[in-house]
């Protein structure tokens, strides 16, 4: 590539936390680029759009970026907002991130931080959400930083398989702890809720969601899970094809259509 | 199965629109139904979670059920509340709708309906989320009904594949005008972001987002695009494991390791 590529950011903890300003002077080392984030924290909010409420576009100055903006709206509307109105051509490469906390394994589907990755790859776009596994307020973002850069170029130069993002997992240690890169798939694993009940001062009671990550898969080193908990980058092909393909043979053996002939000829016969 | 099933139900319209009222009417006849659902409309949530707010959870009697509630939070979040604090045990079934509108395709991945059945699959419970393809007031969810019945029992003879649930599409017919149940893959299709530009009464801007679905396969008819088009309706087996096998052997082939220890070797010599 002979031109500076064109890298569109974004990220889910918001156009002013410490990771997007960690991942924003990172990728300045590698091509031009433009941020558009949410206004505000959006952690959780997997692939949410807003439809049923309008958006506030407002450019800012937080990251000496001559295309810089903030919405009021979700990861995924920033991307869509970014091919829509803000972008005049398709960017070479969209990252979001650094977030500020993990998303391994099926954290992806929540993790609002990916999710901004995936609509970038359905919109053809090479994507990939960076995550930092550190959620104190003190987190270093310096090595990530670094990390992002190798992962950018690499997506850059290699190009990246059709359909398909990236999510990256970073440990939270220095650069030099760090053992490698490793590619992954994701772990199974779930959360255990338990929400936290607690009284309002009126007596009523509410609620807080927490839980327990349960990762059923402890051994398996080719899962994520495995990579960072070894202090490697974990690094998984992510796919918004989420069709269950394995699945496909056994339900074409259900009987369903024979229910329906028999419920349709009940109602015809009605008739 | 001797014992009547526990039938968990949830939806994204909101615990009082028709789509929830035509599911519970149909579960009736199949199990013992517990409800909750959001209390406020919650389209396009996808797999959002509530984690930065609290959350109330309210008894109700719109479905003359014994246990039903409303929760002032998403879809995912109804179904984390239910398995949590108001089943006694895992439910054989977590069914998920009617959805006022059309969720096939890409669209599985914005939908709060398909998420929380997307979530009950995490939870380990056989799930199905189905969604009406007409946003008309007046839409018809009779045919729904009996097509939701068809495909519940299915499942509760049959069980799923593990980590599988179902997304189940119904064109807006006459039951008798509906071909039958078609078993299909997610059709390849994005959305062409239309954001339309208004001003406020103060002359700033702000934004509604509308778009345009494109379909890239068209004449595929082993898609649920298809099949919906052509009066069938459509059944996709639906994973959360994200992780995009096929693109794993070109990552392992990138050189993301020799950038990393060049970069580590760097750092290791400034010390």
Known sequence: ????????????????????????EAMKDIGNVVVIAPDKPQSGVGHAITINATLRLDKTNYHNVKKEYSLSGTPVDCVKMATDKILQRKPDLCVSGINHGSNI????????????????????????????????????????????????????????????????????????????????RQAKANWKEEFDERKDPSGRSYYWLTGEFINMEKEKEDTDVWAVRNNYVSVVPVQFDMTGYSALPALEKWKMNDSFAKKTLFYKSKK
Do not use: H, Q, W
Not at 3 to 9: C, H, M, S
Not at 10 to 17: E, F, L, P
């Open 1 to 24: 590539m002979n031109k500076r590529p064109l890298i569109l950011i974004t990220n889910d903890d918001g156009i002013t936390s410490p990771g997007i300003i960690a991942l924003v």
């Open 105 to 184: 394994s099926v954290n992806v589907i929540y993790s609002g931080t990916m999710s901004a990755a995936v609509e970038g790859a359905i919109d053809g776009i090479p994507s990939v959400g960076f995550s930092l596994m550190d959620y104190s307020i003190g987190a270093d973002f310096s090595a990530s930083g670094e990390i992002a850069k190798i992962i950018a170029k690499n997506i850059l130069l290699n190009g990246l398989p059709k359909d398909i993002c990236l999510n990256v997992n970073i440990p939270p240690l220095k650069l030099s702890e760090i053992k490698g890169i490793k590619v992954c």
